[in-house]
Protein backbone atom coordinates (compact mmCIF):
# COMPACT_ATOMS: atom_id res chain seq x y z
CA UNK A 1 0.00 0.00 0.00
CA UNK A 2 1.54 2.99 -0.64
CA UNK A 3 1.15 6.35 1.72
CA UNK A 4 -0.03 9.38 0.52
CA UNK A 5 2.28 12.36 0.28
CA UNK A 6 2.41 14.98 3.04
CA UNK A 7 1.08 17.98 1.56
CA UNK A 8 2.47 21.09 2.41
CA UNK A 9 1.91 25.01 1.86
CA UNK A 10 4.54 27.48 2.00
CA UNK A 11 4.62 30.87 3.36
CA UNK A 12 1.66 30.97 4.80
CA UNK A 13 0.18 34.43 6.38
CA UNK A 14 -2.09 33.57 9.33
CA UNK A 15 -4.64 36.35 9.12
CA UNK A 16 -7.23 36.27 11.94
CA UNK A 17 -8.37 34.05 14.69
CA UNK A 18 -11.14 31.15 14.44
CA UNK A 19 -13.31 28.80 16.60
CA UNK A 20 -11.38 26.83 19.07
CA UNK A 21 -8.18 29.04 19.43
CA UNK A 22 -7.22 27.60 15.63
CA UNK A 23 -5.94 30.73 13.15
CA UNK A 24 -6.90 31.06 9.64
CA UNK A 25 -4.10 31.25 7.26
CA UNK A 26 -3.81 31.52 3.41
CA UNK A 27 -0.96 30.29 1.17
CA UNK A 28 0.36 32.77 -1.72
CA UNK A 29 -1.62 30.51 -3.63
CA UNK A 30 -4.91 31.47 -2.43
CA UNK A 31 -5.72 28.26 -0.70
CA UNK A 32 -7.23 28.46 2.89
CA UNK A 33 -6.07 26.62 5.65
CA UNK A 34 -6.72 26.47 9.66
CA UNK A 35 -3.44 26.63 11.68
CA UNK A 36 -2.82 25.46 15.11
CA UNK A 37 -0.42 26.99 17.91
CA UNK A 38 0.29 30.31 15.52
CA UNK A 39 -0.95 34.10 15.82
CA UNK A 40 -2.10 36.14 13.15
CA UNK A 41 1.09 37.98 11.55
CA UNK A 42 3.20 34.81 11.76
CA UNK A 43 4.41 33.70 8.29
CA UNK A 44 4.52 29.51 8.46
CA UNK A 45 4.99 26.50 6.00
CA UNK A 46 2.14 24.25 7.58
CA UNK A 47 1.62 20.71 7.35
CA UNK A 48 -1.72 19.23 6.34
CA UNK A 49 -3.09 17.11 8.70
CA UNK A 50 -6.21 16.56 6.98
CA UNK A 51 -8.76 17.92 4.45
CA UNK A 52 -12.40 17.71 5.12
CA UNK A 53 -15.72 18.91 2.92
CA UNK A 54 -12.38 21.33 1.24
CA UNK A 55 -11.18 23.18 4.64
CA UNK A 56 -7.80 22.12 5.41
CA UNK A 57 -6.70 21.82 8.70
CA UNK A 58 -2.72 21.47 9.65
CA UNK A 59 0.52 22.11 12.03
CA UNK A 60 3.02 24.65 11.37
CA UNK A 61 6.36 23.24 10.16
CA UNK A 62 8.81 25.67 10.05
CA UNK A 63 8.03 29.88 11.37
CA UNK A 64 9.25 31.90 8.53
CA UNK A 65 8.64 35.33 10.20
CA UNK A 66 7.06 35.70 13.70
CA UNK A 67 4.04 38.07 13.97
CA UNK A 68 4.99 41.85 15.97
CA UNK A 69 1.98 41.29 18.19
CA UNK A 70 3.38 38.08 19.75
CA UNK A 71 3.87 38.95 23.34
CA UNK A 72 5.37 36.83 26.44
CA UNK A 73 3.14 34.26 27.97
CA UNK A 74 2.22 35.54 31.54
CA UNK A 75 1.26 31.96 32.62
CA UNK A 76 4.30 29.21 33.19
CA UNK A 77 1.61 26.43 32.00
CA UNK A 78 0.71 28.40 28.50
CA UNK A 79 2.72 26.05 26.40
CA UNK A 80 0.64 22.54 27.68
CA UNK A 81 -2.39 24.01 29.56
CA UNK A 82 -4.30 24.71 26.25
CA UNK A 83 -7.12 27.08 28.12
CA UNK A 84 -6.25 31.04 27.32
CA UNK A 85 -5.25 30.50 23.82
CA UNK A 86 -4.57 33.66 22.47
CA UNK A 87 -2.08 34.66 26.23
CA UNK A 88 0.61 35.11 23.74
CA UNK A 89 -1.16 38.11 21.27
CA UNK A 90 -1.25 41.46 22.87
CA UNK A 91 -4.84 41.94 23.87
CA UNK A 92 -5.71 44.90 22.30
CA UNK A 93 -4.64 43.04 18.88
CA UNK A 94 -7.17 40.00 20.08
CA UNK A 95 -10.20 42.30 20.33
CA UNK A 96 -9.20 44.07 16.97
CA UNK A 97 -9.38 39.99 15.74
CA UNK A 98 -12.40 39.21 17.89
CA UNK A 99 -14.55 41.78 16.24
CA UNK A 100 -13.73 40.53 12.57
CA UNK A 101 -15.14 37.57 13.28
CA UNK A 102 -18.84 38.97 14.46
CA UNK A 103 -18.44 41.65 11.38
CA UNK A 104 -17.42 38.74 8.78
CA UNK A 105 -20.49 36.58 9.92
CA UNK A 106 -22.70 39.51 9.71
CA UNK A 107 -21.15 40.24 5.93
CA UNK A 108 -21.09 36.85 4.58
CA UNK A 109 -23.67 34.79 6.55
CA UNK A 110 -26.33 37.79 7.63
CA UNK A 111 -25.99 39.55 4.41
CA UNK A 112 -27.22 42.52 6.80
CA UNK A 113 -25.84 46.09 6.70
CA UNK A 114 -25.45 47.54 10.72
CA UNK A 115 -26.67 51.10 11.08
CA UNK A 116 -24.48 51.70 13.72
CA UNK A 117 -21.46 48.69 14.52
CA UNK A 118 -20.34 49.60 17.54
CA UNK A 119 -17.04 48.94 18.81
CA UNK A 120 -15.80 45.51 20.69
CA UNK A 121 -16.55 46.39 24.74
CA UNK A 122 -13.21 44.64 26.23
CA UNK A 123 -12.80 43.43 29.39
CA UNK A 124 -11.43 45.92 32.08
CA UNK A 125 -10.08 42.61 33.70
CA UNK A 126 -7.35 40.03 31.52
CA UNK A 127 -6.40 38.09 34.76
CA UNK A 128 -8.33 36.66 37.45
CA UNK A 129 -11.86 37.75 36.00
CA UNK A 130 -13.73 34.27 36.20
CA UNK A 131 -16.04 33.99 39.55
CA UNK A 132 -16.21 29.88 38.90
CA UNK A 133 -13.43 27.60 37.83
CA UNK A 134 -13.46 23.38 38.19
CA UNK A 135 -10.48 21.23 38.59
CA UNK A 136 -10.34 17.72 38.18
CA UNK A 137 -7.84 15.39 40.61
CA UNK A 138 -6.09 12.16 38.71
CA UNK A 139 -3.57 9.81 39.67
CA UNK A 140 -2.04 10.39 36.19
CA UNK A 141 -0.14 13.77 35.25
CA UNK A 142 -0.23 14.96 31.66
CA UNK A 143 3.24 14.55 30.14
CA UNK A 144 4.88 17.45 28.07
CA UNK A 145 6.45 16.78 24.72
CA UNK A 146 9.61 17.03 26.48
CA UNK A 147 8.80 14.30 29.27
CA UNK A 148 8.14 11.86 26.65
CA UNK A 149 10.19 8.86 25.72
CA UNK A 150 11.97 9.85 29.14
CA UNK A 151 12.04 8.34 33.05
CA UNK A 152 9.65 10.26 33.55
CA UNK A 153 6.43 8.74 34.56
CA UNK A 154 2.82 9.96 34.26
CA UNK A 155 2.28 7.97 37.41
CA UNK A 156 1.65 11.03 39.71
CA UNK A 157 -1.28 12.45 41.95
CA UNK A 158 -2.10 15.74 40.61
CA UNK A 159 -4.96 18.19 40.36
CA UNK A 160 -5.62 20.37 38.09
CA UNK A 161 -7.01 20.79 34.60
CA UNK A 162 -7.86 18.53 31.50
CA UNK A 163 -5.83 18.63 28.70
CA UNK A 164 -8.16 18.71 25.40
CA UNK A 165 -7.76 15.41 23.89
CA UNK A 166 -6.63 13.81 27.16
CA UNK A 167 -9.92 12.51 29.68
CA UNK A 168 -7.56 10.71 31.97
CA UNK A 169 -4.82 12.67 32.55
CA UNK A 170 -4.10 15.75 34.06
CA UNK A 171 -2.10 18.91 33.49
CA UNK A 172 -0.88 19.40 37.28
CA UNK A 173 -1.70 23.46 37.93
CA UNK A 174 1.16 25.72 40.40
CA UNK A 175 -0.77 28.82 39.59
CA UNK A 176 -3.98 29.88 37.78
CA UNK A 177 -4.29 33.11 36.89
CA UNK A 178 -8.11 33.09 35.86
CA UNK A 179 -9.80 33.01 39.20
CA UNK A 180 -8.36 35.48 42.11
CA UNK A 181 -7.08 34.44 45.59
CA UNK A 182 -7.48 32.66 47.52
CA UNK A 183 -8.57 30.10 44.63
CA UNK A 184 -4.73 28.83 44.04
CA UNK A 185 -4.34 28.27 47.48
CA UNK A 186 -7.39 25.96 48.16
CA UNK A 187 -6.35 24.19 45.03
CA UNK A 188 -2.69 23.75 46.01
CA UNK A 189 -3.79 23.20 49.84
CA UNK A 190 -7.01 20.46 48.71
CA UNK A 191 -4.07 18.08 46.98
CA UNK A 192 -1.80 19.03 49.76
CA UNK A 193 -4.10 17.54 52.16
CA UNK A 194 -5.37 14.82 50.42
CA UNK A 195 -1.71 13.41 50.37
CA UNK A 196 -1.63 13.85 53.96
CA UNK A 197 -4.66 12.06 54.20
CA UNK A 198 -3.78 9.12 51.91
CA UNK A 199 -6.46 9.58 50.02
CA UNK A 200 -6.16 8.08 46.65
CA UNK A 201 -6.51 10.27 43.10
CA UNK A 202 -9.36 9.42 40.47
CA UNK A 203 -8.29 7.11 38.12
CA UNK A 204 -10.61 7.79 35.27
CA UNK A 205 -9.65 4.64 33.08
CA UNK A 206 -10.19 2.28 36.19
CA UNK A 207 -13.17 4.68 37.32
CA UNK A 208 -12.09 4.31 40.82
CA UNK A 209 -10.56 6.61 43.59
CA UNK A 210 -12.06 9.16 46.51
CA UNK A 211 -10.75 12.11 45.09
CA UNK A 212 -12.25 13.90 42.29
CA UNK A 213 -13.32 16.70 41.22
CA UNK A 214 -13.48 20.63 43.10
CA UNK A 215 -15.20 23.54 42.28
CA UNK A 216 -14.57 26.80 43.49
CA UNK A 217 -17.29 30.00 43.27
CA UNK A 218 -15.85 33.54 44.34
CA UNK A 219 -18.55 36.61 44.41
CA UNK A 220 -17.70 40.53 44.24
CA UNK A 221 -19.38 40.36 47.61
CA UNK A 222 -16.54 38.44 49.35
CA UNK A 223 -18.85 35.07 49.43
CA UNK A 224 -16.54 31.68 48.88
CA UNK A 225 -18.22 28.56 48.09
CA UNK A 226 -16.62 25.31 47.39
CA UNK A 227 -17.83 22.23 46.26
CA UNK A 228 -15.71 19.09 46.55
CA UNK A 229 -16.71 15.81 44.49
CA UNK A 230 -15.91 12.23 45.80
CA UNK A 231 -15.95 9.48 44.08
CA UNK A 232 -16.76 7.10 47.18
CA UNK A 233 -19.39 7.37 49.68
CA UNK A 234 -16.73 7.08 52.92
CA UNK A 235 -18.45 9.80 55.30
CA UNK A 236 -15.71 9.35 57.64
CA UNK A 237 -13.19 10.46 54.82
CA UNK A 238 -15.18 12.95 53.32
CA UNK A 239 -15.30 14.86 56.51
CA UNK A 240 -11.91 14.89 57.67
CA UNK A 241 -11.39 16.26 54.55
CA UNK A 242 -13.82 18.96 54.68
CA UNK A 243 -13.01 19.70 58.10
CA UNK A 244 -9.27 20.37 57.46
CA UNK A 245 -10.33 22.67 54.40
CA UNK A 246 -12.62 24.82 57.03
CA UNK A 247 -9.65 24.93 59.54
CA UNK A 248 -7.01 25.92 57.18
CA UNK A 249 -9.44 28.60 55.20
CA UNK A 250 -12.50 29.92 57.16
CA UNK A 251 -12.86 32.36 54.62
CA UNK A 252 -15.11 29.69 53.01
CA UNK A 253 -18.90 30.72 53.17
CA UNK A 254 -20.48 27.93 51.51
CA UNK A 255 -19.01 24.22 51.65
CA UNK A 256 -20.81 21.33 49.89
CA UNK A 257 -20.17 17.96 49.14
CA UNK A 258 -21.28 15.19 46.15
CA UNK A 259 -20.54 11.48 45.93
CA UNK A 260 -20.11 10.80 42.43
CA UNK A 261 -19.78 7.48 41.10
CA UNK A 262 -21.04 7.54 37.68
CA UNK A 263 -18.63 7.02 34.32
CA UNK A 264 -18.97 10.91 33.99
CA UNK A 265 -18.12 14.13 35.73
CA UNK A 266 -21.42 15.74 35.43
CA UNK A 267 -22.78 16.24 38.84
CA UNK A 268 -26.24 18.61 38.48
CA UNK A 269 -28.18 15.48 38.21
CA UNK A 270 -26.89 14.17 41.63
CA UNK A 271 -27.32 15.14 45.10
CA UNK A 272 -25.22 18.18 46.75
CA UNK A 273 -25.19 18.18 50.43
CA UNK A 274 -24.59 21.36 52.48
CA UNK A 275 -21.89 20.88 54.84
CA UNK A 276 -21.48 23.99 56.07
CA UNK A 277 -22.41 27.75 56.40
CA UNK A 278 -25.44 28.80 54.16
CA UNK A 279 -26.47 27.02 51.32
CA UNK A 280 -25.50 29.81 48.41
CA UNK A 281 -23.33 32.87 47.98
CA UNK A 282 -24.40 35.93 46.72
CA UNK A 283 -23.52 38.17 43.77
CA UNK A 284 -24.89 41.78 42.54
CA UNK A 285 -25.83 42.77 39.54
CA UNK A 286 -26.58 46.44 38.90
CA UNK A 287 -29.07 46.64 41.88
CA UNK A 288 -29.98 43.18 41.47
CA UNK A 289 -28.84 40.50 44.66
CA UNK A 290 -28.20 36.65 43.06
CA UNK A 291 -28.31 33.85 45.41
CA UNK A 292 -26.04 31.13 43.68
CA UNK A 293 -26.84 27.42 44.64
CA UNK A 294 -24.12 24.85 44.08
CA UNK A 295 -25.84 24.05 40.85
CA UNK A 296 -27.00 27.67 39.79
CA UNK A 297 -25.52 28.83 36.29
CA UNK A 298 -23.96 32.28 36.56
CA UNK A 299 -22.19 34.48 34.35
CA UNK A 300 -19.29 33.52 35.04
CA UNK A 301 -17.36 36.89 34.34
CA UNK A 302 -19.39 39.14 36.73
CA UNK A 303 -18.18 42.77 36.21
CA UNK A 304 -18.30 42.06 32.66
CA UNK A 305 -21.28 40.46 33.10
CA UNK A 306 -22.72 44.12 34.02
CA UNK A 307 -21.02 45.83 31.26
CA UNK A 308 -22.87 43.16 28.73
CA UNK A 309 -26.29 43.59 30.61
CA UNK A 310 -25.72 47.74 29.86
CA UNK A 311 -25.57 47.15 26.13
CA UNK A 312 -28.42 45.67 26.60
CA UNK A 313 -30.23 47.71 28.36
CA UNK A 314 -29.16 50.55 25.98
CA UNK A 315 -30.36 48.79 23.05
CA UNK A 316 -33.73 48.40 24.42
CA UNK A 317 -34.01 51.74 26.09
CA UNK A 318 -36.98 50.96 28.06
CA UNK A 319 -38.98 53.61 28.90
CA UNK A 320 -41.18 52.35 31.85
CA UNK A 321 -44.47 51.02 29.69
CA UNK A 322 -43.06 47.98 27.82
CA UNK A 323 -44.01 44.62 27.83
CA UNK A 324 -41.36 42.66 27.65
CA UNK A 325 -40.31 38.96 26.40
CA UNK A 326 -36.81 37.34 27.95
CA UNK A 327 -36.27 34.12 25.80
CA UNK A 328 -33.47 31.76 26.90
CA UNK A 329 -33.54 33.54 30.58
CA UNK A 330 -31.31 30.88 32.73
CA UNK A 331 -31.81 32.27 35.76
CA UNK A 332 -33.51 35.38 34.86
CA UNK A 333 -30.69 37.38 35.06
CA UNK A 334 -31.51 40.01 32.26
CA UNK A 335 -34.86 39.59 33.15
CA UNK A 336 -34.33 40.70 36.92
CA UNK A 337 -31.85 43.58 35.63
CA UNK A 338 -34.46 44.90 33.53
CA UNK A 339 -37.32 44.43 35.66
CA UNK A 340 -37.69 47.92 37.41
CA UNK A 341 -37.43 50.02 33.99
CA UNK A 342 -40.52 47.87 32.46
CA UNK A 343 -44.13 47.46 32.80
CA UNK A 344 -43.80 43.42 32.95
CA UNK A 345 -41.03 41.24 31.51
CA UNK A 346 -42.22 37.44 30.62
CA UNK A 347 -39.28 34.75 30.77
CA UNK A 348 -38.78 31.30 29.41
CA UNK A 349 -35.95 28.89 30.18
CA UNK A 350 -36.31 25.23 28.88
CA UNK A 351 -33.85 24.29 32.50
CA UNK A 352 -36.65 23.81 35.53
CA UNK A 353 -33.87 24.72 37.63
CA UNK A 354 -32.98 27.34 36.48
CA UNK A 355 -35.97 29.07 36.98
CA UNK A 356 -36.72 28.10 40.44
CA UNK A 357 -33.38 29.96 40.85
CA UNK A 358 -35.24 33.18 39.02
CA UNK A 359 -37.99 32.71 41.04
CA UNK A 360 -35.98 32.73 44.33
CA UNK A 361 -33.71 35.67 43.01
CA UNK A 362 -37.30 37.47 42.18
CA UNK A 363 -38.80 37.33 45.58
CA UNK A 364 -35.72 38.14 47.60
CA UNK A 365 -35.40 41.18 45.80
CA UNK A 366 -39.14 42.02 45.77
CA UNK A 367 -39.34 42.14 41.96
CA UNK A 368 -43.50 41.65 41.24
CA UNK A 369 -43.53 42.54 37.82
CA UNK A 370 -41.84 39.68 36.31
CA UNK A 371 -43.36 36.12 35.39
CA UNK A 372 -41.27 32.61 34.53
CA UNK A 373 -42.00 29.78 32.36
CA UNK A 374 -39.71 26.58 32.37
CA UNK A 375 -39.90 25.00 29.26
CA UNK A 376 -38.46 24.56 25.56
CA UNK A 377 -38.65 27.95 24.43
CA UNK A 378 -40.09 26.48 20.45
CA UNK A 379 -43.19 24.86 22.61
CA UNK A 380 -44.43 27.33 25.30
CA UNK A 381 -43.91 30.47 22.90
CA UNK A 382 -47.42 29.85 21.25
CA UNK A 383 -50.66 31.83 20.23
CA UNK A 384 -51.75 31.14 23.41
CA UNK A 385 -48.97 32.60 25.40
CA UNK A 386 -48.97 35.70 23.40
CA UNK A 387 -52.64 36.11 24.09
CA UNK A 388 -52.24 35.29 28.10
CA UNK A 389 -49.32 37.85 28.05
CA UNK A 390 -49.92 40.18 25.87
CA UNK A 391 -48.15 41.05 22.07
CA UNK A 392 -44.16 42.41 23.48
CA UNK A 393 -42.90 45.60 22.51
CA UNK A 394 -39.57 44.14 23.17
CA UNK A 395 -37.92 40.69 23.13
CA UNK A 396 -34.79 39.62 24.61
CA UNK A 397 -33.24 36.61 23.05
CA UNK A 398 -30.33 34.76 24.37
CA UNK A 399 -29.84 31.40 23.27
CA UNK A 400 -26.88 28.92 23.63
CA UNK A 401 -24.18 28.61 20.96
CA UNK A 402 -26.79 26.31 18.26
CA UNK A 403 -29.29 29.23 18.10
CA UNK A 404 -32.72 29.72 17.91
CA UNK A 405 -34.58 26.57 16.75
CA UNK A 406 -36.40 27.69 13.43
CA UNK A 407 -40.28 27.56 14.76
CA UNK A 408 -38.97 30.55 17.18
CA UNK A 409 -37.87 32.62 14.55
CA UNK A 410 -40.89 31.88 12.41
CA UNK A 411 -42.80 32.85 15.25
CA UNK A 412 -40.77 36.13 15.93
CA UNK A 413 -41.77 36.88 12.47
CA UNK A 414 -45.27 36.30 13.55
CA UNK A 415 -45.15 38.44 16.69
CA UNK A 416 -43.74 41.65 14.86
CA UNK A 417 -42.80 42.91 18.16
CA UNK A 418 -41.29 46.32 17.12
CA UNK A 419 -37.48 45.67 18.86
CA UNK A 420 -35.77 42.37 19.43
CA UNK A 421 -32.07 42.31 21.40
CA UNK A 422 -30.51 39.27 19.88
CA UNK A 423 -27.26 38.42 23.19
CA UNK A 424 -25.22 35.59 21.47
CA UNK A 425 -22.26 33.13 22.33
CA UNK A 426 -21.91 32.22 18.64
CA UNK A 427 -21.60 34.97 15.56
CA UNK A 428 -22.27 31.95 13.17
CA UNK A 429 -25.51 30.82 14.39
CA UNK A 430 -26.55 34.72 15.02
CA UNK A 431 -25.85 35.13 11.80
CA UNK A 432 -27.83 32.87 10.78
CA UNK A 433 -31.19 33.74 12.54
CA UNK A 434 -30.47 37.52 11.36
CA UNK A 435 -30.68 36.22 7.73
CA UNK A 436 -34.12 34.93 8.56
CA UNK A 437 -35.28 37.74 10.57
CA UNK A 438 -34.45 40.28 7.89
CA UNK A 439 -37.75 39.76 6.61
CA UNK A 440 -39.19 41.87 8.68
CA UNK A 441 -36.49 43.28 10.80
CA UNK A 442 -33.67 46.10 10.16
CA UNK A 443 -30.34 45.42 12.59
CA UNK A 444 -29.64 49.27 13.23
CA UNK A 445 -27.04 48.48 16.40
CA UNK A 446 -24.74 46.12 17.46
CA UNK A 447 -21.49 45.45 19.47
CA UNK A 448 -19.73 42.84 20.44
CA UNK A 449 -18.50 42.15 24.10
CA UNK A 450 -15.56 39.85 25.12
CA UNK A 451 -16.36 38.22 28.32
CA UNK A 452 -13.34 35.72 28.09
CA UNK A 453 -9.93 37.51 27.25
CA UNK A 454 -7.30 35.23 25.66
CA UNK A 455 -9.94 32.44 23.84
CA UNK A 456 -12.04 32.41 20.95
CA UNK A 457 -15.46 33.35 22.64
CA UNK A 458 -17.06 36.42 22.13
CA UNK A 459 -20.59 37.92 22.84
CA UNK A 460 -22.65 39.86 20.35
CA UNK A 461 -25.61 41.76 21.05
CA UNK A 462 -27.59 43.49 18.50
CA UNK A 463 -30.43 45.59 18.06
CA UNK A 464 -33.22 44.68 15.36
CA UNK A 465 -36.00 47.00 14.67
CA UNK A 466 -39.43 46.15 13.02
CA UNK A 467 -38.93 47.72 9.12
Known amino acids: ?30 QVVFVENVVPGDVVDVLVLRKKKGVMQGTPLEFIEYSKDRIEPFCSHFDVCGGCKWQNLAYEVQLQHKETVVRDAIQRIAKVEVDDFQPILGSEATQYYRNKLEYSFSNKRWLTP ?33 QGEPSNKLRNKAREIAHAQDLSFYDAREHAGFMRNM ?46 NKV ?96 INQEL ?10 GEVRNVLSDDFAEKHGKPDVIITDPPRAGMHANVVEFLLKLEAPKIVYVSCNPGTQARDLYLLKQKYKVTKMRPVDMFPHTHHIENVALLELI
Open 365 to 374: NGITNAVFYA
Open 146 to 178: EELNTDVSNKQDVLGFHRAGAFDKILDIDHCYL
Open 215 to 260: IIRKTEMGQLMLIVVFGANDMEKVKAFLDAMLEIFPEITSLHYCIN
Open 264 to 359: NDFILDLDIPNYFGPEYVEEKLGDVVFRIGPKSFFQTNTNQAVRLFDVVADFVGLSGNENVYDLYTGIGSIALYLAANCKQVVGIEEVPAAIEDAK
Open 1 to 30: MTRRKKKILNNVLIKGIADKGKAVGRAPEG
